[in-house]
């Protein structure tokens, strides 16, 4: 039954879900965790989409099933059509065809770096299911139908402290993107244009040749002042 539901779980049910705005209240797994505790505190499908006010409960079943996701991917979901690292709900529904978190990961992070369309996510999953080729095979087989690559730089890190990971998990896809931005602007000195986003246990930054160069470079290594940078700023907080 909803009315077991709690005021603000429904809340931030209807402002993730039922609205069409660009910035909405949680993040796409966010708001299939959200979906999750509602059902286990007995509400159902058909509940749930009556709160927001869906025809039909496929849409709320599409997005519970994204907590099926590998946790390592999570995080660059979002809603619509958005820059990359973030995937869409499209996408990711596709990549949760894939049975292994290790190619769900790799199937990611080729989609971001070759800026595949969801048509070529598709394929990609597609083509590994059926020909059972090692991934990277069947990425290069993606990417040869195309006439022209555009080659971007995926740099995937650990946050390697537990007391981060903690605080990260206390807060929302907003704000910890709000925290990569703050730790790489502060503390990594003036870099080119890049853009990133930031999970609970990993965190993934984009650019091009020159931003990959320049992250490279750094003194102690790319994840280990991508590490000082967020503990300094949490420090601040």
């Known amino acids: 039954m909803i009315q077991n539901v709690s005021p603000n779980l429904r809340r931030d049910l209807i402002l993730s879900l039922g609205t069409h705005r660009g910035s909405r209240r949680l993040s796409p797994v966010e708001a299939a965790a959200a979906i999750d505790a509602t059902l286990k ?3 159902s499908f058909s509940d749930i989409a009556s709160l927001v006010h869906f025809d039909s409960t496929s849409t709320i079943r599409e997005i519970h099933r994204l ?3 590998s946790p390592d991917v999570q995080h660059l979901i979002g809603w619509g059509r958005q820059h990359p690292p973030v995937i869409s709900m499209t996408t990711a529904s596709q990549i949760g065809r894939l049975q292994s ?5 790799a199937a990611v992070e080729a ?4 800026n595949m369309s969801s048509d070529e996510a598709r394929q990609l999953v597609e083509t590994r299911i059926h020909s059972q080729s090692p991934m990277p095979d069947c990425i290069n087989r993606i990417l040869k139908l195309r006439p022209r690559i555009i080659r971007k730089y995926l740099l995937v890190g650990v946050v390697t402290s537990e007391i981060v990971a903690a605080r990260l ?3 929302t896809q907003e704000e910890r993107d709000r925290l990569l931005r703050n730790a790489v602007t502060n503390n990594l000195g003036k870099l080119p244009e890049w853009s990133g986003r930031l999970g609970i246990s990993r965190f993934h930054l984009l650019g091009d040749e020159e931003f990959a160069l320049a992250i490279k470079g750094l003194p102690n290594g790319f994840e280990s002042a991508m590490n000082f940078g967020l503990e300094a700023e949490l ?3």
């Open 41 to 43: 505190a007995g509400a």
């Open 67 to 69: 907590l099926q996701l």
């Open 101 to 105: 978190g290790d190619d769900q990961s």
């Open 111 to 114: 989609i971001i770096a070759h």
């Open 169 to 171: 998990r206390d807060m």
């Open 235 to 237: 420090s601040r907080q």
